[in-house]
């Protein structure tokens, strides 16, 4: 008896051997993961949870306004400071609109951004955990009114409100993670990749608010300065990315597309 032949069904979706090689931008438009993806996608070190990378987000006005004594607020233009590296450590300052940049200068003079705050956010927190000095200058990237808390009347209200304490510590801890990402980042990835990284994470890609529809403009200079490159290196990359698509300038803004990803997971 003859044996029965079997039929052979070439499958809808070949393996990738047998198909031609597509270039990065077009492989990019055809599957494109998520923004929270992309980002999560990036080496982290060991142990670190990537889904803890987003910056938990936290609204204290509701409580810093039962703070009666050892509150003051002030409105700063921009680059104006609001302290300087080696300044008495004394207070806990929190965002209440507008950005901050904090800086640290090295004896050589090399100045380096740590970190750009955007709204309620605290920071000056290391006065808490008696931090004698500040370790980094906070200056206003553009108007902002900033709330100042003394530190003893901090720490009596972290005693006498046990939900802010766990939320601000929530806070903090997310967002130090978050700066030990960023490192990690600086590390591995090129100069172009952590460009993208950064635009993605300034519009709020991936976090836990909904990305904003258009970002303020930050200068190539302080750009540079947070991603470890030269102003040049990221005038070109911004110049791609536009032709590119993957943003647009919008007047005083920019605009950025999710399709930016496509930078970050590229090999």
Do not use: W
Request: proline residues 5%.
């Amino acid at each position: 008896m003859a044996a029965r032949r079997k039929s052979v069904v070439c499958p809808e979706n070949p393996p990738a051997t047998l198909c031609a090689k597509k270039s990065p931008i077009h492989a990019a438009k055809d599957s494109v993961p998520s923004p929270s993806e992309a980002l999560e996608a990036a080496p982290v070190p060991l142990g670190m949870d990537t889904a803890s990378q987003k910056v938990v987000p936290f609204d204290a006005r509701h409580l810093l306004a039962k703070v009666s004594t050892g509150k003051s607020s002030q409105e700063y233009l921009s680059k104006e400071f609001i302290f300087a590296q080696g300044d008495a450590a004394d207070a806990v300052y929190c965002i209440q609109s507008g950005r901050v940049k904090l800086t640290v200068v090295s004896q050589s003079g090399k100045q380096a951004v740590v970190a750009i705050l955007p709204e309620s956010s605290f920071f000056g927190e290391g006065c808490l955990a008696g931090q004698p000095l500040r370790m980094s200058t906070a200056s206003a990237q553009q108007r902002s009114m900033i709330v100042r808390i003394e530190k003893q009347a901090m720490v009596k209200l972290l005693h006498q409100e046990p939900e802010f304490a766990e939320r601000l510590l929530a806070h903090l801890l997310s967002r130090n993670i978050r700066m030990e990402a960023d490192l990690v980042d600086h590390l591995f990835n090129s100069s172009e990749k952590r460009l993208a990284r950064l635009l993605l994470l300034m519009a709020n890609f991936g976090q836990e608010s909904k990305p904003l529809p258009l970002i303020a403009k930050m200068s190539q200079e302080t750009m540079a300065e947070m991603i470890g490159t030269t102003r040049s290196r990221v005038s070109f990359f911004m110049n791609r990315f536009r032709d590119l698509g993957f943003i647009e300038y919008n007047g005083g803004g920019m605009l950025v597309h999710s399709s930016l990803v496509s930078v970050v997971l590229h090999d």
